[in-house]
């Protein structure tokens, strides 16, 4: 499935369920405290502090995201770029947890047919927050996941927020799991190359000060109303679908490299690039 598609499709899934398509902010807005918009969330950041009244009450985009804490990451794994794009769904006091986790399940599973993505739901697995018991029961009992396939992890990996000051919320993230032949068993706490993270699903429903970018800093209190705002990796998801082997070979990137071999004669490949720990 092509990379546009699967844009189109997410939108699509998100309207028919009563959201509003949003377009894609610019990369830089008006925030001192951010360079690029990290996440789709950011440009709805007024909407979930409670200092502008939205619009709509339901939203959808795709986000064009730039994460700097990430750019140490790229062409090392297989899965971060300097820039990418987030799809989200969005509710400003309006669902909750168990809308926001069967929304992304039916979306993730639906058959092709229907609009959704065919993926097998053998393959997904889900993380929790430490003390999310309602996550983990919507998963368990709602979806019918089985226990062995939902992980509790701690604040770093399972409550998110910007980095800075704002809004922030346990969340659940779900992953694809590649097979054996990308590492070991034992789900996203044994290895996340193996095991992508394709979506986060934060339930934003406290506000952060400062401290640390992803633990050590004080949660202040609850946000005005309980909002959700999710993630899913566009190209993750696009590299995943297309049966190829990291997010550089999707119908989006590859060609670039086609150019690049066409250039220089070299071929994509063709041998093993130094990595930063042999560098
Ligand atoms: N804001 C969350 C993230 O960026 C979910 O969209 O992961």
């Not at 499935?1 to 894609?24: C, N, W, Y």
């Not at 990290?38 to 339901?58: D, E, H, I, K, W």
């Not at 089985?146 to 399972?158: C, F, S, T």
Request: with cysteine.
């Amino acid at each position: 499935m092509q990379t546009h598609e699967i844009r189109r499709r997410f939108l699509d899934h998100f309207v028919k369920a009563g959201h509003t398509e949003v377009p894609s902010a610019s990369l830089i807005l008006a925030d001192p405290n951010l360079l690029f918009v990290n996440a789709g969330m950011v440009p709805f950041v007024p909407f979930f502090l409670g200092q502008q009244t939205p619009p709509y009450s339901r939203a959808t985009s795709v986000q064009k995201c730039v994460r700097t804490l990430d750019i140490e990451e790229v062409g090392i794994t297989t899965r971060h770029n300097t820039f990418f794009q987030m799809a989200g769904n969005f509710s400003f006091g309006d669902y909750f947890k168990e809308e926001a986790i069967t929304h992304a399940w039916s979306l993730l599973t639906g058959s092709v047919d229907d609009g959704g993505y065919g993926i097998d739901p053998e393959k997904l697995w889900a993380t929790v927050y430490l003390d999310d018991d309602e996550a983990y029961s919507i998963w368990r009992d709602k979806v019918g996941l089985p226990a062995e396939r939902i992980q509790r992890r701690g604040m770093k990996d399972n409550y998110w927020s910007m980095g800075i000051p704002g809004p922030c919320g346990p969340c659940s993230e779900i992953f694809y799991d590649r097979g054996p032949d990308y590492g070991v068993e034992g789900g996203p706490e044994a290895d996340e190359d193996r095991y992508i993270e394709i979506w986060n699903l934060v339930f934003m429903q406290n506000e952060r000060g400062e401290g640390g970018a992803k633990e050590n800093y004080p949660v202040l209190g609850p946000l005005p109303k309980k909002n959700i705002d999710t993630g899913m990796g566009v190209e993750r998801v696009a590299f995943l679908l297309q049966g190829v082997e990291n997010v550089y070979e999707t119908d989006l990137l590859r060609p670039v490299i086609d150019k690049a071999e066409e250039l220089t004669g070299s071929r994509y490949g063709a041998t093993t690039a130094p990595t930063c720990a042999s560098a």
